[in-house]
């Protein structure tokens, strides 16, 4: 796998754990949040963060998607 590909399976599976969800729940909330393409387009400066703080920039993400 790619670099991309395992950050994208870290924050899924960072996002899952946190909020004690299902791989099938958490996969759901990413796609129909567009949360896959939020995490291709800023790559760059999310992989360089702590998995506490991607957790907490993803929920932001989602919230904001919301409002």
């Known amino acids: 796998?790619?670099?991309n590909i395992d950050f994208t399976v870290f924050?899924?599976?960072s996002y899952k754990n946190a909020h004690h969800?299902?791989?099938?729940?958490a996969f759901k909330?990413?796609?129909?949040?567009?949360?896959f393409d939020y995490?291709?387009?800023f790559y760059d400066v999310l992989h360089s963060t702590g998995?506490?703080?991607i957790v907490e920039d993803?929920?932001?993400?989602i919230?904001?998607?919301h409002n």
């Not at 969800?21 to 729940?25: D, S």
């Not at 993803?58 to 993400?61: H, R, S």
């Open 11 to 13: 924050c899924l599976e």
């Open 58 to 61: 993803i929920d932001l993400y």
């Open 51 to 53: 998995q506490g703080y």
């Open 29 to 35: 909330v990413f796609n129909e949040n567009k949360v």
């Open 39 to 41: 995490i291709k387009s």
């Open 21 to 25: 969800l299902t791989g099938k729940a």
């Open 63 to 65: 919230n904001s998607r």
């Open 1 to 3: 796998m790619d670099r």
